[in-house]
């Protein structure tokens, strides 16, 4: 199946000049939705991993279903101030200031292996951060799974960990 297809793209959102890669086509239709999740559950299983990290929040859409395919658990890295109780945090730079992503302590056990799972990679900055992250907290990051690869934007050189991604666009 032609996932490619069920992908719509909107230009000029959410700024002027971005060409926005929008899932929700394929999500509202059940067999592109059930062969990405099938897709996608293949390609994380070959990490082998003993537990998924999914970054919000179009990850957490991919990671519930592919984690409980796997029959393993998922934490999900979130923005900062969104997670109560103790929580571990990583700051890092965007194009213009920063930002934190956070994961709540204690629920990856150290030298677990954990795979990163997002809808989307562009520049890779949130992904490497959560990279960072999760290292922060034990944690040996095994690969990482995306839907969407912007290639044009060059994150997969900004990524030091194995990554697949199962549709590439030349743009971004
Ligand atoms: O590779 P990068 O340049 O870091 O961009 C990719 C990230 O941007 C999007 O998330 P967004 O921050 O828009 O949040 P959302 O998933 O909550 O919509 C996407 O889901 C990735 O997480
Ligand atoms: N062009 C794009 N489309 C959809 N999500 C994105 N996240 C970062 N860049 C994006």
Known sequence: MDLKAHIRTIPDFPKPGILFYDISTLLAHAEAWRETVERLADAVRAYRPDVLAAIESRGFIFAAP???KLGIGFTMVRKVG???????SH????EYGSDTLQVAEGLVPAGSRVVLIDDLLATGGTAQ???QLLRKVGAEVA????LIELMGLKGRARLDVPMTTLL???GG
């Open 143 to 146: 690969g990482a799974v995306f």
């Open 91 to 94: 700051a890092y730079d965007l």
């Open 66 to 68: 592919v984690a409980y």
């Open 82 to 88: 969104k997670l109560p109780g103790a929580v571990v």
């Open 129 to 131: 951060a959560s990279v």
């Open 168 to 170: 590439g666009y030349e």
